[in-house]
């Protein structure tokens, strides 16, 4: 079975700073890989996904992602902060075959402070 | 914008009412999916329905009933809810449920408490 985990639930950011969220999948077969964003009182949003293809993502809202396999990570970053990346993230692994069973990180809270 | 649209967005009930949570999508999406959240945790799979059909229900108590009665909508029947079933209800859509490199399109959720 597959699984991803976030390390660090809880990360705060200045303004203008480098943001880092580390996630960490395991997965006996090819994984299919994605970080989605999720404000308050809204659902989720896509950020980007990683299905094989080039290893370094680039996402909506200045996000990217890099596909490590010998690290088993796909970490997500921006190189600048802003105030309105002040949200939930959510590391998520799914792989072929697996029905739309999505296995979700625990999820990282991001504070972005002036 | 959500392409995924929930109804209502907040709703409150008694242990012993009955009432239902909407889910609509226009984006031809064949699998269409029930998720609860609590608060600052990841989204737990509640229901998977594929062309219409139940595919995956995740042990889910019969209080929950899901009913999709067409391509675009989805609805989960609410009956005789515990305190404890107070989340937010998120409903997502995917072209097709064997599709496990396509993203889910969320809708914003159904905030439920249950007094």
């Known amino acids: 079975a597959q699984s991803v985990t976030q390390l660090g639930s809880h990360v705060s950011v200045s303004e203008g700073a480098l943001v880092l969220l580390r996630c960490n999948y395991s997965s006996s077969v090819p994984p299919y890989l994605f970080w989605y964003v999720q404000y308050p009182n809204q659902g989720l949003q896509l950020l980007l996904k990683?299905?094989?293809?080039?290893?370094l993502v680039k996402g909506i809202n200045g996000f990217e992602a890099e596909f490590k396999k010998s690290e088993t990570s796909f970490h997500l970053t921006k190189p600048s902060a802003h105030m309105s990346d002040a949200a939930e993230y959510f590391c998520?692994?799914?792989?072929?075959?697996?029905?739309?069973?999505?296995?979700f990180g625990a999820g990282t809270q991001v504070v972005v402070t002036p | 914008d959500t392409e995924v649209t929930q109804t209502p967005k907040h709703l409150v009930m008694g242990m012993t009412n009955k009432k239902s949570l909407k889910c609509e999508q226009h984006m031809g999406h064949r699998a269409m999916y029930w998720y609860k959240q609590k608060a600052k945790k990841p989204p737990e799979l509640m229901f998977v329905?594929?062309?219409?059909?139940?595919?995956i229900n995740e042990s889910v108590p019969s209080r929950f009933s899901p009913e999709c009665p067409n391509s675009s909508l989805l609805n989960l029947h609410l009956h005789a809810l515990q305190p404890e079933d107070s989340a937010l209800y998120l409903c997502a859509s995917t072209p097709g449920q064997g599709d496990s490199n396509s993203p889910l399109h969320f809708g914003n959720g159904t905030r439920l408490t249950v007094t």
């Open positions: 998520a692994v799914s792989v072929a075959d697996s029905w739309g069973k999505l296995q």
């Open positions: 329905y594929s062309y219409e059909k139940l595919s």
């Open positions: 990683y299905t094989s293809a080039a290893t």
